[in-house]
């Protein structure tokens, strides 16, 4: 699933304001334009040139929302993350 979203700055910063506190999320925004920007604002604390493992992903996003699982799939299925067939290694796509 590829998902693309014309989004202004006053948007993304009214979301990112009303879903975020103190860098933590809130709560996971159900609708999907929310969700896209709320994901780029936390794919953006990810370096492009690394490659993680799972358990430093899940450590990434701990930092954000206790339900990591979620925001990890969610990062896959919105293509901000690849992830090897093994799962043992994850991408920032570019």
């Not at 370096?47 to 490659?51: D, F, G, P, T």
């Not at 896959?76 to 293509?79: E, F, L, P, Q, S």
């Given at each position: 699933m590829t998902i693309k979203f014309d989004i202004t700055d006053n948007e993304r910063e009214k979301v990112i304001k009303s879903y975020l506190s103190e860098g933590k999320l809130?709560?996971?925004p159900s609708k999907e334009k929310r969700k896209y920007i709320i994901l780029?604002?936390?794919i953006d604390s990810f370096?492009?040139?690394?490659?993680y493992t799972e358990k430093?992903?899940?450590e990434l996003l701990k930092d954000f929302?206790?339900?990591f699982a979620t925001i990890r799939r969610y990062l896959?299925?919105?293509?901000f993350l690849d992830r090897s067939k093994d799962g043992m290694e994850y991408?920032?796509?570019?």
């Open positions: 809130n709560t996971f780029e604002y936390i370096n492009s040139e690394k490659v430093e992903v899940n929302y206790f339900d896959i299925d919105y293509k991408r920032v796509k570019k």
